[in-house]
């Protein structure tokens, strides 16, 4: 499963690193609505909560769902400015049926949400449709597409003032930090492609994006199955502090496609591959491979040695292990013309964190 980008009719200087403040501000919010994902961050979101007027903290609770599940695109802007003011106003230039169909789309919980070249905000049964989807989500997102659909000047002018409101309360003072760290990596990751090319570019940015074999596309490692194009109006990559582990895409048709990413920092390892957790997760799905488990957590075994515990065939024994070793859960070692496997400890142990990155990612 995957996302995959076509750069065809991309000019090389189309694909660019730029820092946005507004798709920074985005990757906070996300944080305080989603602490869970994002535990190294547990000690800026408390104090961030407990700092925050209740009437904020009411604001940022009601329009959550712009940034709590996914982004709204209209959050990740293709093309960066200096300031979270400009790009605001970059913002109230697009026209409410556009703007409405991102906010629905985070609110229903569902990219596929399409009114087939209908407007919610104008057709009955484009409307009864989103709201009908938003009711399923639960009664606050009924109630704040029920607002967005009744008066969308409102509900935009308002969203507008609370992200304002932030910027007040926590964002305006670490920005500029955070501005001088995404600026070094941005020149970074511009000079790499401009003296090494895409594929550099993208192993610095992370494992999770690779070009594909015909270097006219990028696949990003995502539970989706999706494709976009950029076309001549190109790629923008934003670095972030605050997104690790996302790898956030915006692909959506109308808009020019924006991938943020968490810029690479201690502590934040490789994200392994969606096709490894899957073959770890197959490895143990069968009753037999987790009984030779069992006895290679305790130490190392030979193929002779799990055959005769568990009563099979050294055959039998040797397609398992072949299985566990292909999903890199084995580690072996000879020993004269005896080969000893034992389980990877750690990467069995990391199984559980392994899955959840993927799955966030």
Known sequence: ???????????????????????????????????????????????????????????????????????????????????????????????????????????CGSNRLHFAGRSPLRDPEARADALDRAQARGTAQEAFAERLLTDPAAVRARIRETLEQCGEAFFDAAWPGIAVRLAQDVRDKNELLRRQGLD?????????????????????????????????????????????????????????????????????????PLETVRLRLDAFAHPVRLRLVRTLARGPHTTGELARAWELTDPEVSRHLAVLRRAGLLTARRQG?????????????????????????
């Open 337 to 361: 013309r005896y080969v000893h496997y034992s389980l990877d400890l750690a990467a069995t142990a990391a199984i559980g964190s392994d899955l959840l990155a993927a799955v966030l990612r």
């Open 200 to 272: 550099a570019a993208m192993a610095a940015v992370t494992g999770a994006i690779t070009v594909g074999p015909d270097g006219r596309s990028l696949v990003l490692d995502k539970l989706q199955d999706n494709a976009t194009e950029t076309g001549p109006a190109g790629l923008t990559f934003l670095p972030t502090l605050f997104g690790h582990p996302h790898l956030v895409a915006v692909h959506a048709p109308g808009w020019q496609p924006v991938v943020q990413y968490p810029l690479a920092e201690a502590g934040h390892a490789e994200p392994v």
């Open 1 to 107: 499963m995957t996302l995959r980008i076509d750069l065809t009719g991309t000019p090389g200087g189309r694909i660019r690193f730029a820092a946005s403040p507004l798709a920074e501000l985005s990757a906070m919010l996300h944080v305080l609505a989603a602490p869970g994902h994002h535990p190294q961050l547990a000690g800026w979101t408390a104090g961030v909560r407990a700092a925050l007027r209740p009437e904020l903290a009411e604001r940022l609770h009601e329009a959550e769902f712009l940034w709590r599940s996914s982004r709204a695109d209209f959050l990740v802007p293709a093309r960066p400015r200096v300031t979270l003011a400009a790009e605001l106003d970059e913002v109230d230039l697009i026209d409410d049926d556009r703007y409405a169909h991102s906010a629905l789309v985070t609110t």
